[in-house]
C-alpha cells in the first residue's frame, strides 16, 4: 500500500513537472503546485528527485538518455530506482522533443523563468515562488527570472506593486527601462511609462540606479516609505517627492492618482483601463501637467470635463478619442 502511494505521489509529481513547463502555464498553475507541495512533504522532494532525473536526463546524448530510460523499465529494487516507468516517459517525452519551457520550480540547474501579461482594464494578483506578493497593473507585462544567487524582475511596461520576501543571499532587483530597483527589505510599486519610470515606497526602503551610466559613475539614490522617485530620460536625474501610501496603491481599487504628471503621461496610463482609446493630437498638449483622481470606471466621464481645465477639444469617435489644441482650432 505505501509503495503504491508513492507512486502515485511520484507519478504526480511528473505531471506537474510537465505542467509548469507548458507554454500557457501561469499564476494560477503556480498557486496550485505550490498547495500541492504544501501538502505534505512527500510531495516537494519527489518534485525536487524529478528536477534531478530531469536535468541528468538532458545532458546526456541520445544513446546514453535512451539507456536511462530502459533502465527504469526493468524490474529493479525500489531503493535504487525510485522514479516508475511512466514518470520517467512524462518527463522523456518533454526533453527529447525539446520542448522544455521553464516555467516555475526549484529546479536543479537553479534557473526559472515565467512572464506574466494583463489585459486592459485588468487587475491581476499572484505569488512567486519565494512568497514574494506581486498585483499587477492592467496592460502591463512582467518577465521574472530566479538564479541561484539573484531574483531578476523586468517591467516592460505598465505598473506592478510588490511586497518583497527579503533574502540576502538573493537580491530582488527590478529593471524598469533604464532604471534599476533593488529591494532591500520592501514592499514598493513601478510604474512604467515608455521610458518614464516612477517608483514608489510604502514599506522598508530601496536602492535605485539610473542604468544609462557604467557602474562607477552610476546615479543611485535610496528611497524610504513614504518617497516617489520619478525618473525622466530628458531631464538631468531623478527627482524625489513624497507620496501617501494610499495614493500608491489606489490603482489597486480602481483610482488612478497623478501628481504634476504631464498629461501625455496620464493619458497613456488611463488607456491600460479603457477599451476606447484617447489620443492627443497635438504633441504640446503632452507637456501640460494633471494632479487629481481619475476613477478606472469613468473615464469618458473624465475625458469630457478635460476642457473646463485644460485649453484642448474633444472629439469622440466610435472607438476612440480624440484631444486637439483649442488654440490652433482658434488661431485658424
Known amino acids: 500500500m505505501a509503495n503504491q502511494q508513492q507512486e502515485e505521489i511520484v507519478q504526480t509529481a511528473a505531471d506537474w513537472w510537465v505542467r509548469l513547463r507548458e507554454p500557457n502555464a501561469d499564476g494560477d498553475t503556480v498557486e496550485q503546485w505550490l498547495a500541492w507541495t504544501a501538502e505534505d512533504e512527500r510531495h516537494l522532494e519527489a518534485f525536487e528527485r524529478m528536477n534531478a ?69 485588468q487587475n491581476r494578483s499572484f505569488s512567486l515562488p519565494d512568497g514574494t506578493k506581486v498585483a499587477l497593473g492592467a496592460a502591463s507585462t512582467l518577465t521574472v527570472h530566479y538564479g541561484r544567487d539573484r531574483r531578476s524582475v523586468e517591467l516592460r511596461g505598465g505598473e506592478a506593486f510588490f511586497d518583497v520576501v527579503h533574502d540576502n543571499s538573493r537580491p530582488f532587483v527590478v529593471t524598469a527601462g533604464d532604471v534599476s530597483v533593488h529591494d532591500i527589505g520592501t514592499a514598493f510599486d513601478v510604474r512604467r511609462t515608455g521610458e518614464r519610470v516612477m517608483v514608489a515606497v510604502t514599506q522598508g526602503r530601496v536602492e535605485i540606479a539610473d542604468l544609462r551610466t557604467g557602474a562607477s559613475q552610476r546615479n543611485t539614490l535610496e528611497a524610504t516609505a513614504g518617497q516617489r522617485v520619478s525618473f525622466d530620460p530628458n531631464a538631468s536625474g531623478m527627482a524625489v517627492d513624497t507620496m501617501a501610501t494610499e495614493q500608491v496603491t489606489a490603482w489597486r481599487n480602481d483610482r488612478l492618482e497623478f501628481i504634476d504628471e504631464p498629461l501625455g503621461v496620464v493619458i497613456a496610463n488611463l488607456n491600460r483601463y479603457t477599451s476606447k482609446p484617447v489620443h492627443i493630437v497635438d504633441a504640446d498638449l503632452n507637456k501640460l501637467t494633471y494632479t487629481g483622481t481619475v476613477r478606472t470606471d469613468a473615464i469618458d466621464s473624465w475625458v469630457g470635463a478635460l476642457p473646463e481645465v485644460f485649453p484642448l477639444r474633444v472629439s469622440k469617435e466610435t472607438d476612440q478619442i480624440m484631444l486637439s489644441d483649442a488654440r490652433h482650432a482658434e488661431q485658424h
Do not use: C, K, M
Open 53 to 121: 532525473f530531469a536535468e541528468r536526463l538532458g545532458h546526456l546524448d541520445r544513446v546514453s538518455r535512451q539507456a536511462l530510460i530502459n533502465a527504469f523499465a526493468r524490474p529493479v529494487p525500489p531503493r535504487r530506482h525510485w522514479l516508475p516507468l511512466a514518470a520517467a516517459a512524462s518527463i522523456a517525452v518533454v526533453v527529447l522533443s525539446g520542448a522544455v519551457y521553464y516555467g516555475w520550480a526549484h529546479f536543479a540547474s537553479g534557473d526559472t523563468t515565467q512572464t506574466y501579461q494583463s489585459a486592459v482594464a
